[in-house]
């Protein structure tokens, strides 16, 4: 398992960064926020071109033509939603949601480690998808 560290996101492109998702990290406590930055570098790495938004008034989303993830923190973890219920999970990542019909999610408590790797890979498969007109569509 790789572990990605803080600040290794120096270099990726971030002209689709949005402020708002700044704000919302920023709000969060400290563990909650190296989660989200650690998911958010992760996700910019599976493709540079990912767009960040806010969605639902207050959530970051994460996009490329169509959903890749989302961030939910919750007073004792953050859930990361991953948009694509057809995309495999070799690594057994996912731990919430597995019959949902759009989204499944991975909850990371406070000094959880993410699998990098597992995550990479899923984001970009969602993101294969997604350019491939979607998950519905395939």
């Not at 996101?9 to 704000?23: A, L, Y």
């Not at 996009?63 to 989302?70: E, K, S």
């Not at 939910?72 to 953050?78: C, F, I, P, Q, R």
Request: with cysteine; aromatic share 6%; proline share 5%.
């Amino acid at each position: 398992m790789t572990r990605l560290r803080m600040g290794q996101s120096d270099g990726v492109i971030t002209s689709n960064v949005d402020p708002r998702v700044d704000e919302y990290i920023d709000r969060l406590p400290k563990w909650q926020q190296a989660i989200c930055q650690q998911v958010r570098s992760i996700v910019r790495e599976a493709d540079p071109e990912v767009v960040e938004t806010i969605k639902r008034s207050v959530q970051p989303y994460f996009v490329l033509q169509g959903n890749i993830c989302a961030l939910l923190a919750t007073k004792d973890h953050v859930n990361i939603f991953v948009y694509d219920p057809t995309v495999p999970d070799p690594h057994g990542i996912i731990n919430q949601g597995q019959g949902n019909a759009t989204a499944r999610a991975i909850q990371v408590y406070d000094g959880d480690e993410i699998n990098v790797d597992a995550l990479l890979e899923m984001f970009r498969a969602v993101i294969a998808n997604n350019r491939a007109g979607g998950w519905r569509r395939l």
